[in-house]
């Protein structure tokens, strides 16, 4: 079946260092890939998605492109604040199973 | 802004049981979710509803049941609670199935003792 595979558990980096958060998939076709963003004490927040080879999405300062040759939609951030310390979650949206599927979600730690 | 509601936001209870968590949205979707997030914040998903129907039923024991009365409401029962459901349970919403964006509630804290 489809799956998300997320590389870092954990990162830890100080303010205004670059982020790379990896994210693989396996899926046929073209799936839709999305990026969640999970904030202490909240629920998982849509940060964006793409559906295409070689689309940017983007928000908050954050993107990622659809590369479907390599089959990755990793997330950068060229500069990170403290205030982006949360868990963030790469998706697929699985139209067969009718469901989305998560990754198992890497925790960013910004050290100040 | 919220516009998906869940209530309560915490519950601790005994063992046997039985709990009910509530979740509302006010977005004008179409579908809804349940997933149980674990202490690593692994999320799973439990339930999915489309239009008052459930389309996907992942394999969780059957003391979880989902139950909507519209599609802008979709409660959770757990029938008799055990230890293992400890978790938060996350409620979401979408306007359709798999590849749109879902939008979640602040979940509530299941505690079991």
């Known amino acids: 079946g489809d799956s998300v595979t997320q590389t870092e558990g954990q990162v830890a980096l100080s303010e205004e260092d670059f982020l790379t958060i990896h994210c693989n998939y396996s899926a046929s076709g073209y799936p839709a890939l999305f990026w969640y963003v999970q904030y202490p004490g909240e629920g998982p927040q849509f940060l964006f998605r793409a559906s295409r080879d070689k689309e940017k999405g983007s928000s908050r300062g954050f993107e990622a492109t659809y590369n479907k040759e390599t089959t990755s939609f990793h997330l950068q951030k060229a500069s990170v604040q403290e205030s982006d310390s949360a868990v963030y979650y790469c998706a697929l949206g699985d139209t067969n199973a009718y469901k989305v599927i998560f990754g198992k979600g890497t925790h960013l730690h910004v050290l100040p | 802004e919220t516009a998906v509601f869940q209530t309560p936001n915490y519950h601790v209870t005994q063992v046997g049981n039985e709990v009910s968590f509530n979740c509302k949205q006010t977005l004008g979707h179409d579908t809804m979710y349940w997933y149980k997030q674990d202490s690593k914040k692994l999320l799973k998903i439990m339930f999915s509803y489309n239009n008052k129907q459930l389309i996907v039923n992942e394999t969780v024991p059957r003391r979880f049941s989902p139950q909507s009365s519209d599609k802008a409401h979709l409660n959770l029962r757990i029938k008799s609670v055990e230890p293992e459901d400890s978790a938060v349970y996350l409620c979401?919403?979408?306007?359709?199935?798999?590849?749109?964006?879902?939008?979640f509630g602040p979940g509530t804290r299941l505690t079991v003792l």
């Open positions: 979401a919403s979408s306007y359709g199935l798999g590849d749109y964006e879902q939008y």
